[in-house]
């Protein structure tokens, strides 16, 4: 079944037919850009309710995440943020997968469709041009033919007459034929034109008209599957990032899981305690004998603590301490004398640790100039070494004062109770680090175990020159490799110590970069040299 044979007379229906499908889908199109409007909404309304329940850096909320239920409150967030990024997805997607793509096809069906209909009308219109010049011919042919009656009648009667003269008789007779003549060219016009517009006609319901409305059909069929494409695409979008939805809900329960409320007790503890003994029973003062009112040793009073919670409530030490008093807040001193003990001894070892970490990332920046500066005397057309001085001196300047920054602490620490855990704690720094560090008194350089050593420590220039003396007699060997890299870029290697290497070479990573900006690398062959570290991407093995 087919529109061009059993719709042949129903051409205004197939118009409007047409028509309300591509309203259709133009409604169908508005339909997904509101709804991708909600879910851009609802994501924009997601991430700015995320942000207004993170808490800001430095705040007293961030500081509160070492709490298990304060860190998953944060994951939560997260996931929530994530949460929206999907959601922003699916209105990423359905925009362009289905809004996007159907107002395009829409336009196409829509030139498609006025091309058939304008078709149809051009033959519609030659129809019934074929059918005008077939009436008119009807009537002309019609018209004659009545005139030739009208002249036959009257070229008859002429000849009966008997008054009427041979001549009159022979004009009529004349005229009589010529009518006749003229009909009958007017009959075969007539003729013609009706057998053209019956084969025009014939060719307009069987032939043109149905081909057209078979187009339509097509067009129409074409559309309704673009259309139920659409629907699939609608529930499909949200459907493919529902397993990372899913992830996201799991990291909330994970979140809820992951509360653990004996860990956040102890973590309590371990920040505030403060170290302090509690308070003893305070003694009785008898004003009859006049003695002293001092408060015997075992009251709060003459507590043998440095700086504790009395001095914060004021000088009488005699009066009892109580827990809900409002405190009056400490000074805060660069030794942490104003903290209780616990405090103190935790806040001194947090500074020595991360004294300690600023003091490597100087001891390796040294190492990586000084083997820069090496370098440049040994390759002059690489570099000038005396540009790298400044630098030098400017990092040993920082070593030596993180060293005296760590002895001042350390003495500091010692102070507090924790020795032992400062030598521990020593143990991480580099060797070169704890040998040069000087005495905040004197200058007595520390030996590694924490003691004055009775023999004065060789400069650290000296230190340093002769490590990198050793690396460079060592190079003859061939050291194993630590990994390899892949070369992003093109490397000429034109320089002396560099190598030369193509975008996409594997070549064996044989020295890390130290900071200089040079990689160590070596090939199958064994040629050794240094490349740009930027050129490459490098993965180390564990």
């Given amino acids: 079944m087919d529109w061009g044979t059993d719709l042949w007379d129903q051409y205004d229906i197939i118009d409007k037919h047409t028509q309300s499908g591509l309203e259709l889908v133009e409604k169908y199109v508005k339909f997904v850009k509101e709804r991708t409007e909600i879910e851009q909404n609802y994501a924009k309304q997601l991430r700015n309710l995320t942000k207004k329940y993170n808490p800001k850096r430095g705040c007293k909320e961030e500081q509160e995440c070492r709490f298990s239920n304060h860190q998953s409150f944060l994951d939560i967030l997260n996931e929530m943020n994530d949460y929206a990024g999907q959601r922003e997805l699916i209105a990423e997607n359905m925009m362009m997968n289905i809004c996007i793509e159907l107002t395009k096809y829409l336009q196409e069906l829509k030139m498609e469709r006025k091309t058939h209909l304008s078709e149809a009308k051009k033959s519609q219109q030659s129809l019934e041009s074929t059918y005008k010049q077939l009436d008119s011919s009807k009537k002309r042919f019609e018209r004659e033919w009545r005139e030739a009656d009208k002249a036959a009648q009257y070229a008859e009667k002429t000849d009966q007459d008997i008054n009427a003269t041979k001549a009159d008789v022979e004009k009529a007779k004349q005229q009589a034929n010529m009518r006749t003549h003229i009909a009958e060219e007017c009959k075969n016009d007539y003729a013609a034109q009706l057998q053209k517009y019956n084969k025009e006609q014939s060719q307009f319901?069987?032939?043109?008209?149905?081909?057209?409305?078979?187009?339509?059909?097509?067009?129409?069929?074409?559309?309704?599957?673009?259309?139920?494409?659409?629907?699939?695409?609608?529930?499909?979008?949200?459907?493919?990032?529902?397993?990372?939805?899913?992830?996201?809900?799991?990291?909330?329960?994970?979140?809820?899981?992951?509360?653990?409320?004996?860990?956040?007790?102890?973590?309590?503890?371990?920040?505030?305690?403060?170290?302090?003994?509690?308070?003893?029973?305070?003694?009785?003062?008898?004003?009859?004998?006049?003695?002293?009112?001092?408060?015997?040793?075992?009251?709060?009073?003459?507590?043998?603590t440095p700086k504790g919670p009395l001095e914060l409530l004021g000088k009488n030490r005699s009066k009892p301490f109580w827990l809900f008093s409002k405190k009056s807040k400490p000074t805060v001193t660069?030794?942490?004398?104003?903290?209780?003990?616990?405090?103190?001894?935790?806040?001194?070892?947090?500074?020595?640790?991360?004294?300690?970490?600023?003091?490597?990332?100087?001891?390796?920046?040294?190492?990586?100039?000084?083997?820069?500066?090496?370098?440049?005397?040994?390759?002059?057309?690489?570099?000038?070494?005396?540009?790298?001085?400044?630098?030098?001196?400017?990092?040993?300047?920082?070593?030596?004062?993180?060293?005296?920054?760590?002895?001042?602490?350390?003495?500091?620490?010692?102070?507090?109770?924790?020795?032992?855990?400062?030598?521990?704690?020593?143990?991480?720094?580099?060797?070169?680090?704890?040998?040069?560090?000087?005495?905040?008194?004197?200058?007595?350089?520390?030996?590694?175990?924490?003691?004055?050593?009775?023999?004065?420590?060789?400069?650290?220039?000296?230190?340093?020159?002769?490590?990198?003396?050793?690396?460079?007699e060592e190079e003859e060997e061939l050291v194993a490799p630590i990994g390899q890299c892949t070369a992003m870029y093109n490397f000429p290697g034109a320089s002396e110590g560099t190598i030369t290497m193509q975008e996409g070479e594997v070549l064996s990573v044989v020295e890390e970069d130290k900071g200089d900006g040079w990689t160590r690398v070596r090939r199958a062959n064994g040629n050794e040299g240094y490349i740009p570290t930027s050129y490459v991407s490098i993965s180390l093995s564990k």
């Fill in 205 to 304: 319901y069987f032939s043109d008209m149905p081909l057209i409305f078979n187009k339509l059909q097509d067009m129409d069929e074409r559309r309704v599957r673009k259309l139920a494409q659409g629907y699939v695409l609608f529930s499909d979008t949200e459907r493919h990032v529902m397993p990372i939805i899913g992830k996201c809900l799991e990291g909330v329960t994970k979140a809820g899981t992951n509360v653990n409320e004996r860990n956040d007790s102890i973590a309590l503890i371990e920040q505030y305690k403060s170290g302090f003994e509690r308070p003893g029973d305070l003694d009785f003062e008898d004003y009859s004998q006049g003695i002293n009112r001092a408060s015997s040793d075992s009251s709060l009073g003459t507590l043998g």
């Fill in 334 to 472: 660069e030794d942490f004398g104003h903290l209780p003990p616990e405090q103190r001894r935790k806040r001194l070892q947090q500074k020595l640790d991360d004294i300690g970490k600023e003091l490597q990332k100087e001891v390796d920046q040294s190492e990586a100039l000084e083997k820069m500066k090496d370098v440049y005397e040994k390759n002059p057309q690489m570099g000038d070494p005396a540009s790298l001085s400044p630098q030098i001196n400017q990092t040993a300047q920082n070593m030596e004062r993180l060293r005296l920054e760590l002895s001042k602490y350390e003495s500091w620490l010692t102070e507090a109770g924790r020795r032992g855990d400062s030598m521990l704690r020593r143990d991480t720094l580099p060797e070169d680090a704890l040998s040069y560090r000087s005495h905040s008194n004197n200058n007595e350089p520390y030996s590694p175990d924490g003691t004055h050593s009775e023999e004065g420590t060789p400069d650290s220039s000296q230190a340093i020159y002769a490590e990198f003396d050793d690396d460079f």
